[in-house]
């Protein structure tokens, strides 16, 4: 019987230690949810064979983790010259320290250039 309880209490405490542990995803999965929630179309190919992440009726969107901000913005104001859409970017953020410097260098840009920013929760 004390085999089988401590079995169990090491079972219950490798399952515990998970707990509180972000959710990583990859930048599809970021992608997807919101041109779900903005009744997009994701993956749209352009002529040139490059393909804006999410277009909707309003915007073309690239999607990228916060690292990755200065290519983002690169890409939408290109996909949004291609389709006549606004550009925008969904950044893929968390609560650090780097994450939220990336974030206000995109918003410095972002307001020189009308990017509208779409905050993704890492994690969510």
Request: hydrophobic share 35%.
């Amino acid at each position: 019987m004390k085999k089988v309880c401590l079995s169990a209490l090491a079972a219950l405490l490798l399952l515990l230690s998970g707990c509180g542990e972000q959710v990583k995803h990859n930048e599809k999965y970021y992608q997807t949810r919101l041109c779900d929630k903005l009744d997009g179309v994701t993956e749209q190919s352009l002529l040139d064979r490059t393909r804006i992440d999410c277009l909707t009726d309003a915007y073309a969107i690239e999607v990228d983790f916060a690292k990755k901000w200065a290519e983002s913005v690169g890409q939408s104001l290109y996909y949004a010259q291609m389709t006549g859409k606004k550009p925008a970017v969904g950044l893929i953020v968390d609560k650090s320290k780097k994450d939220r410097r990336h974030l206000k260098r995109l918003e410095v840009l972002a307001d020189k250039y009308h990017i509208t920013i779409f905050k993704l929760k890492k994690g969510e």
